[in-house]
């Protein structure tokens, strides 16, 4: 069974940063998609970043430029670097592991960028 343990999250002004972190257990984490998703009430959760297993990355349009995605497949491990955060970056942020047999998710960790 895939387990997926978020860490980084927290309150933070505008304009600072946050190092989200997504250790993933129980699988072979180099065969998975690894991504953060992000969801604030009411709305659809998001992508915001994603890796592929051979470090190609996407981005969604609103972070590009801030936020960068990484994976240590030594440690099993994703990060999510957050630059220049906005309020609007808000919300419970997820991480998602994905391959031909498997889409799984972490229990989330929270962002609150407000002054």
């Known amino acids: 069974q895939v387990q997926l343990v978020e860490s980084g999250g927290g309150l933070v002004q505008p304009g600072g940063s946050l190092r989200l972190s997504c250790v993933v257990s129980?699988?072979?984490?180099?065969?998975?998609?690894m991504g953060w998703y992000r969801q604030v009430p009411g709305k659809p959760r998001e992508l915001v970043a994603s890796?592929?297993?051979?470090?190609?990355?996407n981005y969604a349009d609103s972070v590009k430029g801030r936020f960068t995605i990484s994976r240590d497949n030594a440690k099993s491990t994703m990060y999510l670097e957050m630059n220049g955060l906005k309020p609007e970056d808000t919300a419970v942020y997820y991480c998602?592991?994905?391959?031909?047999?498997?889409?799984?998710w972490g229990q989330g960790t929270k962002v609150t960028v407000s002054s």
């Open positions: 890796i592929t297993p051979g470090g190609s990355t």
């Open positions: 998602n592991a994905r391959n031909t047999l498997r889409n799984s």
């Open positions: 129980g699988s072979i984490f180099r065969t998975y998609v």
